[in-house]
């Protein structure tokens, strides 16, 4: 019994700990109508991006993006382009595939095609 206590213990403790580190949807979709996309494309990329990103990676991105093209808003594929600029693989490759995932990428031209 002390073992099963001991286990539930460190799982509980292990989740929480998890969940800490992981952004909210709620801190994605804010930071992406921020950098300009609509709320609509904000929310769906953030259902797609909930549990993908650190707290640290949203962060990251946010900076960069705070400086990148600071004239205007930001478009999805600026975005992208602020994402490859961070130097996490990770970052560039959620940011990417919630593009594609919420049919918001068709306007974003691809090099070499």
Known sequence: MRKFVALTAAVTA????????????????????RYGLSPQKADCA???????????????LTDAARYYNAGSQLTFGD???????????ETALQVGASALACSIGAGIPIPGL
Do not use: H, N, W
């Open 14 to 33: 292990g989740l929480f700990a998890v969940s800490a580190c992981t952004a909210s949807r709620y801190q994605i979709s804010d930071a992406l109508q």
């Open 46 to 60: 953030s259902e797609f991006l909930r549990g993908k990103l650190s707290v640290r990676q949203v962060d990251r």
């Open 79 to 89: 975005l992208i382009r602020v994402a490859g600029s961070v130097r996490d693989p």
